[in-house]
């Protein structure tokens, strides 16, 4: 039962255009949702979370988007760089305001930003 | 932000024969760590949360006699894969959620840890 799904394996993109990637899940209890980076054979590095009390959260370049309506939440990267090119997850956890909270991940989405 | 550094960062061990994983938060006391695997191309899936001095609480389906989880500290948690098999081929991860009253979801991650099994 994937409570977090990714449904693009991969996304290509120029440079300097937008990214979106999408993430869907099923668990209405999710309360805070988050996006993370990962390269092979590394750990994945946060980038940018949001609470489901806000429907969009902005950091820099990076802008994640939420409508708890549709079970959806999506990321956008602009402009996008070559630098950003890894594999992207979108994570859901429940309960907010716990310390020991697990994330669920979705399947992930590999960008790949062309110059 | 904090660092969790894991170790070894790549093994290959012989069939039948136990590896351990080192997960340590370097900066920061943790009271709960996570323990993660990743086969190529899929997600990371979440194995055990790890408590310091209790049981770890294992997801469904992750054999707790295969999978040896040790909190001995609070910034130390091992992960024994015990009689391991090629299937058990991955790559584990542990990560670790900061300090309370931050940003407690924004769990730190180790480098993760490279499994062979021939």
């Known amino acids: 039962d994937q409570q977090v799904k990714q449904n693009s394996p991969s996304l290509s993109v120029q440079e300097g255009r937008i990214s979106i990637l999408n993430c869907d899940y099923t668990?209405?209890?999710?309360?805070?949702f988050l996006w993370y980076k990962k390269y092979p054979a590394e750990g994945p590095t946060f980038l940018i979370s949001?609470?489901?009390?806000?429907d969009k959260n902005e950091d820099g370049r990076f802008t994640v988007f939420l409508n708890k309506s549709a079970k959806h939440l999506s990321l956008h990267i602009v402009p996008s760089q070559p630098g950003d090119s890894a594999v992207y997850f979108c994570?859901?956890?429940?309960?907010?305001?716990?310390?020991?909270?697990?994330?669920?991940f979705g399947t992930g989405t590999l960008l790949a930003v062309q110059p | 932000g904090a660092v969790v550094s894991q170790h070894p960062s790549r093994v290959i061990c012989k069939s039948g024969t136990s590896v351990k994983i080192e997960c340590r938060s370097l900066?920061?006391?943790?009271?709960?760590m996570f323990w993660y695997r990743q086969f190529p191309k899929q997600s990371l899936m979440l194995m055990a949360t790890?408590?310091?001095?209790?049981?770890?609480?294992?997801e469904q389906g992750v054999e707790k006699d295969k999978f040896l989880i040790n909190h001995a500290s609070l910034t130390l948690s091992t992960l024994t894969v015990t009689s391991a098999h090629p299937e058990d081929s991955s790559f584990y991860i542990c990560?670790?959620?900061?300090?309370?009253?931050?940003?407690?979801?924004?769990?730190?991650f180790g480098p993760g840890t490279r499994l062979t099994v021939l």
């Open positions: 994570a859901a956890s429940k309960a907010y305001g716990g310390a020991t909270n697990k994330l669920i």
């Open positions: 949001i609470s489901s009390i806000k």
């Open positions: 900066d920061f006391q943790a009271t709960t």
């Open positions: 790890s408590n310091e001095g209790s049981k770890a609480t294992y």
């Open positions: 990560s670790a959620p900061p300090l309370l009253g931050s940003s407690y979801n924004e769990q730190f």
């Open positions: 668990n209405s209890m999710f309360d805070y």
